[in-house]
């Protein structure tokens, strides 16, 4: 047996100025990740992007029953460009518009995914991720699956954007 104590294999991460650790910085002795052109890129990042929207989920509800549907491609357009400019990564809101149409199912484990990833990269647990979507389907079968699936996804984008400053 090894008399030595045990020594942790990881240096400690930076310290910020509020004494945690920043979200977007690789500690000292951590390989950075290589990109296929052989430069270093950080392997987590922080978003630095505009603030997205906050979006009442009632009045969403309410919109997209008075429009018989059609709202939900409002929003699933205006969250995914916020998303896109906040983030950097995902869809764009003009291929979400078209997964929109075509396959929506398809396009809230997405949208779960991205949102979940956005408290994910800041550290965070994620309140909602792929797995969500299926609350959308299959859990349409049941008819208050996607409005479990509207009500945490958007709930989820709320919280987030709201611990960012946004009003």
């Known amino acids: 047996m090894n008399d030595q104590p045990a020594q942790n294999a990881y240096p400690p991460a930076p310290p910020t100025a ?6 977007g910085a690789v500690p000292a002795g951590f ?35 008075v429009t018989f549907g059609i709202y939900t491609w409002v929003w699933w357009y205006k969250t995914h460009s916020e998303l896109k400019r906040h983030s950097g990564t ?4 003009g ?14 484990y997405i949208t779960s995914s991205e949102v979940g990833g956005l408290y994910e990269r800041r550290g ?24 479990v ?4 996804t958007n709930g989820a984008l709320n919280a987030y954007w709201r611990s960012l400053g946004a009003a």
């Open 149 to 152: 699936w509207f009500v945490k």
């Open 124 to 147: 965070q647990r994620k309140p909602v991720g792929g797995a969500t979507g299926l609350w959308y389907f299959p859990g349409s079968i049941i008819l208050v699956g996607p409005i």
């Open 90 to 93: 995902g869809v764009d809101g």
């Open 18 to 23: 509020a004494g945690g650790v920043s979200a």
């Open 95 to 108: 291929v979400a518009l078209l997964l929109a149409i075509f396959v929506p199912f398809v396009l809230a």
């Open 31 to 65: 390989p950075a990740a290589q990109t296929q052109f052989g430069q270093t890129a950080p392997t987590q990042f922080a978003p630095t992007g505009p603030t997205g929207s906050i979006r009442s989920t009632g009045v969403c509800i309410l919109l997209t029953v």
